[in-house]
């Protein structure tokens, strides 16, 4: 699932096409995805213009001139793909769209007045949009019960102590909770406590308050190294222009199992334990 630096590196992407555009044409091309399509949605998108596009924890949100906002969520397999004006053809993984052609799996193709199309590609339909009014949009479900955005100033010390008191969860848990942080997922917790020295089964509130303290930059430093590398690629994630992100090759334990600790002097092995499903990758030694 893409986390908040893949969705960022998306959004970021789009903007130069997107923001400040009219959605001349909306082609609809499935009636839902993960859950229905919004009703009339192609009639309601056409002739928009995009006012602002924005990220929030791990969903787009493209403001509409007329009120609306366009909710988007990647899932595991959907992508944004992108045929600037004027390009004939494109390598996009495995597909090959031309400026003018559609995809067996574009389901949402959005031809926007500049001459730039963005598709909606998803081949496991895991994906979701949605239109609701953009003054009530963080009350919207998906969005009510999300935390502050880790380079926010709501995210901060403070908060993120309060959050963690008195919790029996172990760190891990309390970190992946986006009612504490929005966007933060598996991959960059297992680096964030890697680098914080914190083993992931430790109890939130066995914490030390240098240790929170520590956390609040560290998962603002592994979450920006990432973005600028432009996401990490797992899987079926691409970014809006169908290139491959970097940061996996910057991983110091995800997806390490049985590999040498990369801490100077460390004589460690990075293993692996499930929690709550999900793998936790750390170095026994360096995270006792």
């Known amino acids: 699932m893409p986390e908040l630096p893949e969705v960022e590196t998306v959004r970021r992407g789009l903007l130069p096409l997107m923001e400040g555009a009219i959605i001349a044409t909306a082609d609809i091309r499935r009636p839902d995805l993960r859950w229905p399509l919004p ?34 969520h990647l899932g595991m397999s959907g992508r944004m793909l992108i045929a600037p004006p004027g390009a004939a053809a494109q390598q996009l993984g495995e597909f090959v769209h031309a400026h003018g052609g559609i995809g067996k799996h574009d389901h949402i193709v959005l031809d926007m007045d500049n001459g730039a199309r963005i598709t909606f590609n998803d081949a496991r339909r895991f994906g979701m949009m949605d239109l609701l009014p953009t003054e ?14 880790p380079f926010g100033n709501g995210f901060s010390e403070s908060w993120l102590a309060a959050r963690l008191a008195g919790r029996s969860t172990p760190v891990k848990a309390a970190l992946l909770d986006q ?4 966007g933060l997922g598996n991959i960059y917790v297992c680096e964030v406590l890697f680098r914080a ?20 930059p560290l998962i603002r430093d592994v979450l920006a190294e990432a973005i600028e590398a432009g996401g990490s690629s797992l899987r079926d994630y691409r ?3 169908g290139e491959l992100g970097y940061f996996q090759h910057n991983f ?3 997806g390490r199992e049985g590999q040498p600790c990369v801490t100077p002097g460390c ?11 999900r793998s936790s990758f750390f170095c026994p030694v360096c995270q006792r």
């Open 179 to 182: 009612s504490n942080i929005a």
């Open 267 to 277: 004589n460690g092995t990075v293993s692996r334990l499930v929690q709550s499903g």
């Open 39 to 72: 009703a009339r949605m192609a009639e309601r998108l056409t002739g928009q213009r995009v006012q602002a596009l924005r990220r929030r924890s791990k969903y787009i949100l493209a403001d509409l001139a007329g009120g609306e906002t366009l909710l988007i």
């Open 239 to 241: 970014q809006a222009d």
């Open 197 to 216: 020295r914190i083993h992931p089964a430790t109890l939130a509130r066995d914490l030390t308050p240098a240790q929170v303290a520590g956390l609040v």
């Open 252 to 254: 110091r334990v995800y």
């Open 136 to 149: 009530t949009a963080e009350t919207h479900p998906l969005l009510a019960g999300l935390g502050p955005e």
